[in-house]
């Protein structure tokens, strides 16, 4: 989720992550901070609004909040924050967010190394983005930032190179996915309303995630 907003020739997208659960830190908060804004400038994608083409920029804050109470969460009306638990052990042992266009998730330790492309992932979620229907990739190159672990891609592109394709290790090794141009286009910010040059992406989903641990 977030506010995208129009300054002369460019549309920034601008996005703040707050982190919280007993795997959260500072360090690991900045590193998704840094792998969202990184990953999703990458591309230099564009949008054409009010006859104009525009760059869009991503900008991403971030802050480390251990003693975030759940009413802070719950209660948010602030379009600019996210909300994260990043905990070692999760239901279904991976990382989520909670629907598409939200503001709110669960990120599973393991699967936030550095390049793992998992938050740059989660974060296509809650802007609105959708796994892609086919997910067999084959024969078209680099895989985008919303295709799903499992996914069929060149041997290049998986765990294991040399296994064959959705064999075990035969699937897509997720630190090869890359935000492309097509995947900001689905943004479609072109159809958002504005006013006062300001949109908001996204909606609120206003969860607070308990420890998982605690629940079994």
């Not at 760059?55 to 759940?70: G, H, K, L, N, S």
């Not at 997720?174 to 689905?186: G, N, Q």
Request: glycine share 10%.
């Amino acid at each position: 989720m977030g506010i995208i907003e129009c300054n002369n020739n460019t549309v920034q997208i601008l996005s703040h992550i707050i982190t919280y659960g007993n795997a959260a830190d500072t360090a690991l908060t900045e590193q998704i901070r840094e792998e969202i804004e990184t990953m999703w400038n990458e591309p230099q994608g564009t949008v054409w609004l009010e006859g104009t083409e525009r760059r869009v920029q991503f900008r991403i804050t971030a802050a480390y909040a251990p003693e975030i109470a759940p009413e802070e969460i719950l209660g948010n009306d602030n379009p600019l924050n996210n909300y994260f638990r990043i905990e070692e052990y999760a239901h279904g042992n991976i990382s989520f967010v909670d629907g598409l266009g939200c503001n709110t998730g669960y990120f599973k330790l393991e699967n936030l190394y550095k390049g793992s492309t998992t938050a740059a992932h989660e974060y296509g979620h809650t802007l609105g983005l959708e796994h892609p229907v086919d997910l067999d990739f084959r024969g078209k190159g680099v895989p985008g930032i919303m295709y799903p672990r499992g996914t069929l891609v060149d041997s290049i592109y998986q765990y294991e190179p040399d296994q064959p394709a959705g064999a075990k290790g035969g699937t897509l090794f997720p630190i090869y996915r890359r935000v492309r141009k097509e995947d900001i286009a689905l943004l479609k910010i072109e159809r958002h309303s504005f006013k006062n040059n300001q949109a908001i992406i996204g909606d609120f989903s206003s969860i607070w995630h308990p420890d998982h641990q605690t629940l079994l």
